[in-house]
């Protein structure tokens, strides 16, 4: 894959330049606030921070957190620091519980988000001219949009079939010689599936597929080779990463090298927190993500707490970007539970789960207390009685099991290997922690 | 020249073997042969009984995990050294043994040996070629 950057001055910039351009965007930003978003002209007030106030970047840390909650006990406008009429584009996420979250856009708040995604999907592979499908669904969700109009900015040839229909998508996909899909991991292994199942009638050699541009849920390495294995012909896949109230898709993503992903760091500026004490953490630690998107102005982000648990590092990437790159989300801090004093995401057993043969993807965390110290206990499911007939394959797949989380999290724990269906199943979000620490 | 061999998951919970053996027994149906192996985790239960189908119906209607094979049942003397003597006669036959156990008949003078090889037709080649005598299924169903 060539190593080709959108927009060299921005995205190699020294870091001294990038700071001081962060700085400066930062300043204009409370400034503009102050002036202009009634939300946060009060709260700046409050916190006794103006612009002239704000001397270096850390100073940020004099300004509240902004939440979840703030949106949505704002619905739907209440945010805005522009009159309505001044907003071009509206999208909402789904509000499982209550109001939808509402994040609104000025013209030059579309052409900032389009930039930003321009840049990561050409790290990702595509450039003027390529074919690319996107198999997100269109409507209030802003991955759809957002890669949408960022591809048509790099020139691509955007093919905009939404999600579903697995034959018309694979139709296209031989017929156009699509280039690139985006998509979520899971739709990529299921479409690469689908395409397997018609190999009678339209061998893989028919498609022309080379770059998966893969956001909106989470991938892991493991599951990453998997989709890549199952395309086949040298497909390379990257993942990306943004939420809708800081855009959309387009804060950050992978470029060919996969090691983090590079944030747009022109347009964010992004501190690690301890998501319990709220205290900001030093650079290379792993907590929640606070984000601020220095440039918009449709609805202003400011330290907008994202929930999920990463580590950012600053340092040059080979492939010439200077921008901080971020991990791979590690898991989210409502999820996070404290195991002997470390840290421990659900998501960590998940992915270390994660391409191992005889077992469901279904597990449950147990803690307990045992004297002064707690236990962490892995419950995981056999799919069936085939691993029965040698009891060495047995003990085998337990501690197969047990290395692979214990190198994950770093601490002792122990395997259980249980009935076929016996742990609970949920509908919707996952109960994955029993924790017993506090009971007689 | 087999006969089928169930083999179910034990749960570390207590009561579990319990809960399998009174599945069976309310199935009708009789035990001929078990072994256990376990660590603290879990363990395997193997049995041969008299309808090993209905058997495995019965245990997977109750939501166990079972798994039928094939195993051989060969007949010794039941008397010292017997065990000893059939062993020799395949040992030198590379038969890999993955596990075995044993039991006595209502005859006096015969026990059986019930094993599970890496390669069955070798084994009994071997058992065979040494004068063994190998049960069929119906013979160990009916013991
Ligand atoms: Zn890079």
Redesign the pocket.
């Known amino acids: 894959m060539e190593n080709r950057i959108f927009n060299r001055d921005m995205e190699c910039m020294p870091r001294k330049e990038l700071e001081a351009l962060q700085l400066e965007r930062l300043k204009s930003l409370v400034d503009y606030c102050e002036k202009n978003s009634k939300f946060y002209a009060e709260r700046l007030k409050k916190a006794g921070v103006t612009a002239d106030k704000i001397k270096c970047l850390s100073d940020i840390e004099y300004i509240p957190y902004t939440t979840k909650d703030d949106l949505r006990d704002t619905y739907p406008f209440g945010m805005l620091s522009v009159p309505k009429e001044k907003i071009v584009r509206v999208h909402a996420s789904s509000g499982t519980t209550g109001n939808p979250t509402v994040v609104a856009y000025t013209r030059e708040d579309l052409e900032n988000w389009s930039e930003q995604v321009a840049r990561l999907a050409m790290?990702a592979g595509a450039h003027e001219g390529t074919t690319v499908q996107i198999c997100f669904g269109y409507g209030m969700f802003t991955g759809a949009l957002g890669l949408h109009y960022g591809l048509e900015k790099i020139g691509a040839v955007v093919v905009p079939t939404s999600s579903g229909n697995t034959e018309k998508q694979l139709k296209f996909m031989r017929d156009f010689q699509t280039d690139a899909i985006v998509a979520t991991p899971s739709y990529c292994m299921y479409l690469a599936e689908a395409a397997r199942s018609m190999q009678d009638k339209y061998p893989m050699s028919s498609y022309n597929l080379k770059y998966g541009i893969l956001g909106s849920e989470g991938s892991t390495p493991e599951m990453r080779t998997e989709i890549e294995n199952h395309w086949g012909n040298g497909f390379f896949c990257t993942d990306n990463y943004g939420m809708s109230e800081l855009n959309g898709p387009g804060m950050s993503g992978?470029?060919?090298?996969r090691?983090?992903l590079?944030i747009n760091e022109d347009h964010f500026y992004c501190e690690v927190i301890d998501s319990v004490s709220g205290r900001t953490l030093d650079k290379g630690s792993t907590g929640e993500l606070v984000v601020t998107n220095l440039t918009k102005r449709g609805l202003p982000m400011i330290r907008y707490r994202t929930k999920d648990i990463t580590n950012i590092n600053y340092d040059a990437?080979?492939?010439?970007?200077t921008t901080a790159?971020m991990h791979k989300i590690i898991g989210r801090s409502d999820d996070m539970i404290k195991v002997r004093g470390v840290n421990v995401f659900p998501s960590q057993v998940e992915s270390a789960l994660i391409g191992i043969n005889g077992i469901s993807p279904n597990y449950l965390i147990v803690l307990r207390r045992e004297g002064y110290s707690d236990s962490m206990e892995v419950r995981v499911e056999l799919v069936d009685g085939s691993l029965l007939d040698r009891y060495g394959e047995l003990v085998a797949l337990q501690k197969r099991i047990h290395d692979n989380i214990k190198n994950i999290l770093g601490i002792e724990i122990k395997v259980n290997l249980v009935e076929p269906n016996s742990i609970e199943r949920f509908t919707g979000k996952a109960k994955r922690v029993l924790d017993l620490r506090n009971e007689k | 020249m087999y006969i089928k061999q169930l083999s179910v998951f034990v749960e570390n919970k207590s009561g579990r073997l319990a809960e399998i053996t009174s599945t069976i027994a309310k199935a009708g149906i009789d035990i001929r042969a078990l072994s256990i192996a376990d660590t603290t985790d879990f363990g395997i239960l193997r049995l041969v009984v008299d309808k090993p189908f209905e058997a495995e119906k019965a245990l997977k209607e109750a939501g166990l995990t079972v798994s039928l094979t094939d195993v051989i049942a060969v007949g010794i003397p039941d008397r010292p050294g017997g065990f000893a003597e059939t062993m020799c006669k395949i040992a030198d036959k590379d038969v890999g043994v993955e596990y075995m156990y044993a039991f006595i008949s209502r005859d006096h003078d015969r026990a059986y040996l019930i094993m599970r090889v890496a390669d069955n037709e070798k084994a009994i080649a071997a058992l065979v070629a040494h004068g063994c005598e190998i049960l069929s299924g119906d013979s160990v169903y009916k013991l």
């Open positions: 790290a992978e470029c060919m090298y090691d983090g590079h990437c080979k492939c010439g970007r790159r």
